[in-house]
């Protein structure tokens, strides 16, 4: 059974840091591209950085490059989203998805389309 686990919320002020973790489980790790996305109150859901474990591959949505990075360590299978220069528009339920890299990529333009497999999400709240 394919399992994610999302986790590393909390609150933070503007300006501040956190690192969410995306633990998954029941695939073979190599195999599966891993997405995070997030949710505001009253918006819908928006890409935030992808990652194939296999090649490294990574992409970042505009709005968080160079605050924002993604990896993965493939001992743990876990993908991790660091998020740095936190401002209160970050605010918002993070969530991790995956699917078969056969099928799914992770590019530029990325969505949710095509992604069946999502943990629960974790809240990112900044102040300012």
């Known amino acids: 059974e394919v399992q994610l686990q999302a986790s590393g919320g909390g609150t933070v002020q503007a300006g501040g840091s956190l690192r969410l973790s995306c633990a998954a489980s029941g695939f073979t790790f190599d195999d599966y591209t891993i997405a995070w996305f997030r949710q505001a109150p009253g918006r819908s859901r928006e890409a935030v950085s992808c990652?194939?474990?296999?090649?490294?591959?990574?992409y970042h949505v505009d709005s968080v490059k160079g605050r924002f990075t993604i990896s993965s360590d493939n001992a743990k299978n876990t993908v991790y989203l660091q998020m740095n220069s936190l401002k209160p528009e970050d605010t918002a339920v993070y969530s991790c998805?995956?699917?078969?890299?056969?099928?799914?990529?992770?590019?530029?333009?990325?969505?949710?389309?095509?992604?069946?497999?999502w943990g629960k999400g974790t809240q990112v709240t900044v102040s300012s």
């Open positions: 998805a995956a699917e078969p890299s056969s099928v799914y990529a992770c590019y530029v333009g990325f969505n949710d389309y095509g992604l069946h497999y």
């Open positions: 990652i194939n474990p296999l090649d490294g591959t990574t």
